[in-house]
């Protein structure tokens, strides 16, 4: 590459790069437009540019490869059925042990649960450590106003919450997991109990 100490000429490559670079520019934005413009989903359009720009594009995702004795498994599918042996084959070889020690620390599913009342220093405590949010639920109360009233609904908020309990309502309602954004202030408070 040759070098040149013509300040005319300098100074023309600085005006070409400048030129180039707006240029560049122009038709990014102009290329953008188009692809929010046909795009379905505009706004997911939007982040995809935006996430793209500032180096937060989606990675691609690798597959697992791993060897399962000397065969090289690279099919996803394989590969979860190799680790669902291995792990199905390690707790029946640890059920099977002769001396049986190894049973008493395997725990096993039941369907019931057992549930322990809670205390108003419970209540108390959990309302203390919540979050200060001006957000509601779906029954309008922001954990702000629990937080400020503690004191006044700490005796029929736990009445409530240990009557939820036993009658698993509360469960139910955690279970289903239908609140868009945020759940009642009793079941954010019961949710701290639940097992």
């Known amino acids: 590459m040759k070098t040149t100490s013509d300040p005319a000429i300098i100074e023309q490559c600085k005006n070409y790069r400048r030129f180039y670079k707006s240029e560049i520019v122009k038709m990014k934005k102009q290329l953008n437009a188009d692809n929010i413009e046909k795009a379905t989903n505009k706004s997911k359009a939007m982040w995809s540019i935006i996430n793209k720009e500032t180096g937060r594009e989606a990675k691609g ?46 725990s096993r599913s039941c369907n019931s649960i057992a549930f322990t009342p809670v205390t108003e220093l419970d209540i108390k405590n959990i309302i203390r450590k919540m979050k200060a949010k001006t957000s509601a639920g779906v029954d309008g109360i922001p954990s702000t106003i629990v937080k400020e009233t503690a004191h006044q609904i700490l005796k029929p908020l736990t009445f409530i919450i240990n009557a939820s309990m036993e009658s698993g309502l509360a469960k139910s309602l955690l279970r289903k997991d239908s609140f868009a954004y945020e759940p009642p202030a009793v079941l954010r408070i019961a949710k701290n109990f639940d097992t």
């Open 61 to 106: 995702h690798t597959n697992i490869e791993i060897l399962d004795g000397d065969q090289e498994l690279k099919n996803p599918s394989e590969v979860a059925n190799a680790f669902n042996s291995y792990f199905i084959n390690s707790v029946q070889s640890l059920v099977s042990e002769p001396d049986g020690s190894a049973e008493q620390n395997v």
